[in-house]
């Protein structure tokens, strides 16, 4: 069974910079799309970011579109979130997760199988 383990959250000023990974462990990323959802306080869990394990291809919500990057490195079995200019309603706590949807599902967090205990994000303004 593949673990997750989040890591990389912390406190930030508005306008600054985050790196969250993501490793595996009892296996290997290479099978499964990797996403990286978040849940702020009082809200449902949303969808940030996917990379999808045949092509790499990378999915992103309008929300943070070009700010954040995702990124995978194979050989370290980790996955990576590149947050730039962060802004206070990113505040949430940030989970990987992994699966296999098909496209038109990447953003629905049922369609994942396993995820990590969550990493805290918070943005002062």
């Known amino acids: 069974q593949v673990q997750l383990v989040e890591s990389g959250g912390g406190f930030v000023q508005a306008g600054g910079s985050l790196r969250l990974s993501c490793a595996a462990s009892?296996?290997?990323?290479?099978?499964?799309?990797v996403a990286w959802f978040r849940q702020a306080p009082g809200k449902e869990r949303e969808f940030v970011s996917a990379i999808r394990r045949s092509g790499g291809n990378t999915y992103y919500d309008d929300s943070v579109k070009g700010r954040f990057t995702v990124s995978r490195d194979a050989a370290k079995k980790t996955v990576y979130l590149q947050m730039n200019n962060l802004k206070a309603e990113d505040t949430a706590i940030y989970y990987c997760t992994i699966g296999r949807p098909i496209l038109s599902a990447i953003r629905q967090a049922p369609m994942y199988y396993y995820w990590g205990q969550g990493t805290q994000v918070t943005v002062a303004s």
């Open positions: 009892g296996g290997t990323f290479s099978d499964y799309t």
